[in-house]
């Protein structure tokens, strides 16, 4: 019975990591105002020249880039569980079944 929940686990994880996620230019459309803003930055920020910034200039931008990165996870829809969460939910289907 495990063997078989843990193929089929294994299975659906490997489908989801092949899936294609839809970029800027494929989907103009589905994309909102503010995360266009938000990869826009992103994207000025990787074609800056950081070679003349002090410390504390690039410390700066590493706390942005990982503000905006972190408020493009939180605008994503979906629900999201780790093998973990998985285990312990099988585990207690078996319990109590």
């Known amino acids: ?10 299975t659906t994880n490997s489908f989801a990591i092949n ?7 494929n989907n103009p459309k589905e994309i909102p ?8 930055r992103l994207e ?4 800056m020249d950081k070679s003349n ?5 690039k410390k700066e931008l590493r706390k942005e880039v990982r503000t905006i990165k972190s408020t493009l996870k939180s605008t ?3 629900v ?5 969460a998985i285990i312990i939910i099988i585990l207690l289907l078996i ?3």
Not at 44 to 47: A, L, M, T
């Open 19 to 25: 899936e294609k996620v839809p970029t800027s230019s």
């Open 53 to 57: 910034l002090s410390s504390t200039e």
């Open 33 to 40: 105002a503010e995360v266009k803003v938000l990869l826009n």
């Open 80 to 84: 999201y569980l780790s093998i973990g």
């Open 76 to 78: 994503g829809n979906g």
């Open 95 to 97: 319990l109590l079944l």
């Open 44 to 47: 000025e920020i990787k074609k």
């Open 1 to 10: 019975m495990m063997l078989l929940l843990t193929a089929t686990l294994f």
